[in-house]
């Protein structure tokens, strides 16, 4: 399968974003997807994570009130929204399709888009 991300910006401290991950290839059902995130000099982190069917979903501490992940199959999209942003939300985003079990380790994670900028300023 074939990821792209896009939807990234410049935001002030405060705002939204909504970013969006499309895919082709294979049916992106078949996928635990994933956005995950690095910022400069750090390692990259998980984001959220969503079920195959969307039923489930896990959120990082650090975003958990502010973001939501969605999927729709049909579409094969998987969506990013983030309200509420802080400078410290800043990274490159990532999407990423797992086709094994439920996973938050970024080495289990098959397919990978490439990243779309964040930037939220104070």
């Known amino acids: 399968v074939q990821l792209q991300a896009y939807g990234g910006g410049l935001v002030q401290a405060g705002g939204s974003l909504r970013l969006s991950c499309a895919a082709s290839?294979?049916?992106?059902?078949?996928?635990?997807m994933a956005w995950f995130r690095q910022a400069p000099g750090k390692e990259r982190e998980l984001v959220a994570v969503?079920?195959?069917?969307?039923?489930?979903?896990f959120y990082a501490d650090s975003v958990k009130g502010r973001f939501t992940i969605s999927r729709d199959n049909a579409k094969s999209t998987v969506d990013l929204q983030m309200n509420s942003l802080k400078p410290e939300d800043t990274a490159v985003y990532y999407c990423a399709a797992d086709s094994g079990p439920w996973s938050r380790q970024a080495t289990t994670y098959d397919y990978w888009g490439d990243g779309t900028q964040v930037t939220v300023s104070s």
């Open positions: 290839g294979r049916t992106l059902s078949s996928y635990i």
């Open positions: 969503i079920s195959r069917i969307g039923g489930s979903a």
